[in-house]
């Protein structure tokens, strides 16, 4: 299957095959690439933590299959970790965000505790 997203409209409405298709094309995989460049391959979310994390995915702020016109405008665009992509999308059915940071933090503040130890 091909799409065309220039030929989208807000009210085009995207079947998962088409979505699939979308992340597939070329033409995202490009925009992925500038994306992840912009943000320098970090985590953007995980930023506002002063936390760097490194990026794997792209995601939409204004999902995709809400807003097809928005699917290659980098103003809505931005890269993000896996465990925050997860976050984003709470449809999905994965954790809750807060919970995860602290967690996160926890561990940190546990392993500078204890520079000494060497076990
Ligand atoms: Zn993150
Ligand atoms: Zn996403």
Redesign the pocket.
Known sequence: MKVNPFLWTSTTSLTKAMRDAFYKSFIWQKKRETILERDEYLCQVCMEYDDPIPAD?V??IV?LRDDPTLALVDTNLISVCFDC?ND??PEKGFGQKKEKKISRKIKTFEVNENPEQTW
């Open positions: 995915t995601h939409h999902h992509h984003l999308h």
